[in-house]
Nanobody, 116 residues
């Protein structure tokens, strides 16, 4: 069982930056594939970025070059550094953990609002 708690969301002007954090409880964090998703009002939840157990990263085309996902296994934490934010990045951002047996865990989400 893994519990996830996101932090770091808030209100920022377009062009600004935020860093989201997701702290995971429990052991074996290093064995989980971690990801960030987001859901804007009236839209489906979409994948933003993933990081494998070996720290291989993948990004949605819409955030490539602006967002960076990273993990610190010693702190059981995954991060999402978001730069050059745009109003269309406004959404609730969710942390996701995928176990080696494909069980998915979700955090409650953190709101990111980018003003124009």
């Amino acid at each position: 069982q893994v519990q996830l708690v996101e932090s770091g969301g808030g209100l920022v002007q377009a062009g600004g930056s935020l860093r989201l954090s997701c702290a995971a409880s429990g052991s074996s964090f290093s064995f989980y594939v971690m990801a960030w998703y987001r859901q804007a009002p009236g839209k489906q939840r979409e994948l933003v970025a993933t990081i494998s157990t070996g720290s291989v990263t993948n990004y949605a085309d819409s955030v490539k070059g602006r967002f960076t996902i990273s993990r610190d296994n010693a702190k059981n934490t995954v991060y999402l550094q978001m730069n050059s934010l745009k109003p269309e990045d406004t959404a609730v951002y969710y942390c996701n953990a995928q176990s080696p047996v494909d069980v998915a865990y979700w955090g409650p989400g953190t709101q990111v609002t980018v003003s124009s």
